[in-house]
């Protein structure tokens, strides 16, 4: 089956230490995106990546990092600098890296991240 | 500032009614407008999308129109039925590579 898939589903982190959240998808997908949701929010953009080895910053990306050394990985590190980690992330992929904006973006079940 | 809002409060209707969601925009000039629904605890879904040139898309019971004069899209769902009841996403792209989301309008039809 092709999608995409986030891993894992829920996630326990101590304060000060970092986490890396897993996003892999098998769709040929040239862009993938990190979206952060708090509780009856919107969805805010963390990191996107149009192509294998360049990624750009969202709107939130102090505290985060990413990589995208495999055209289907797009893996985000939550980061002890990140103030306020806890919260639901999803990854998401679309086919093209440009008018991203005409191509439908799918994703992945979320991985839930709680400080404790 | 650049901002996509969608009404905060819930909408509550009666099954059977037409539910209609807003999204208006700010400081874009889209050429896409997307609508994606999701369940508590689940990613988002796709539902629709139309272009700038497009005045309203159909896809069974959904219908959207996207107005760029004023910066607003209507989303509509006719003939709701309680399954429909979840909260409801537009997205437009930024520049030439980000997708960006509004922050979702929760829908709830009761029988």
């Known amino acids: 089956d092709g999608g995409i898939t986030q891993s894992p589903k829920y996630l326990f982190r101590k304060e000060g230490q970092n986490v890396t959240l897993s996003c892999e998808q098998n769709l040929n997908h040239d862009a993938m995106y990190w979206y952060r949701q708090d509780p009856g929010q919107g969805l805010r953009l963390i990191y996107y990546?149009?192509?294998?080895?360049?990624?750009q910053k969202g709107d939130i990306a102090e505290g985060y990092s990413v990589s995208r050394e495999k055209k289907e990985s797009f893996p985000l590190t939550v980061t002890s600098a990140q103030k306020n980690p806890t919260a639901f992330y999803l990854c998401?992929?679309?086919?093209?890296?440009?008018?991203?904006?005409?191509?439908?973006?799918?994703f992945g079940q979320g991985t839930r991240l709680t400080v404790v | 500032s650049q901002k996509i809002e969608q009404n905060s409060e819930a909408l509550n209707i009666q099954e059977g009614k037409t539910a209609t969601l807003t999204c208006n925009y700010t400081?874009?000039?889209?050429?896409?407008l997307q609508w994606y629904r999701q369940d508590p605890g689940r990613g988002p879904v796709f539902l629709l999308l139309i272009r700038e040139n497009e005045k309203e898309k159909r896809k069974e019971r959904l219908k959207v129109t996207f107005d760029t004069t004023l910066k607003q899209s209507l989303f509509h769902i006719t003939a709701s039925q309680p399954a429909d009841s979840a909260t409801y996403l537009c997205a437009l792209q930024t520049g030439t590579d980000k997708l960006i989301f509004g922050t979702g309008t929760r829908l709830q039809v009761f029988p």
């Open positions: 998401a992929s679309s086919l093209t890296r440009d008018r991203v904006g005409d191509t439908e973006a799918f």
């Open positions: 400081n874009y000039s889209p050429a896409y």
């Open positions: 990546s149009q192509i294998v080895n360049d990624f």
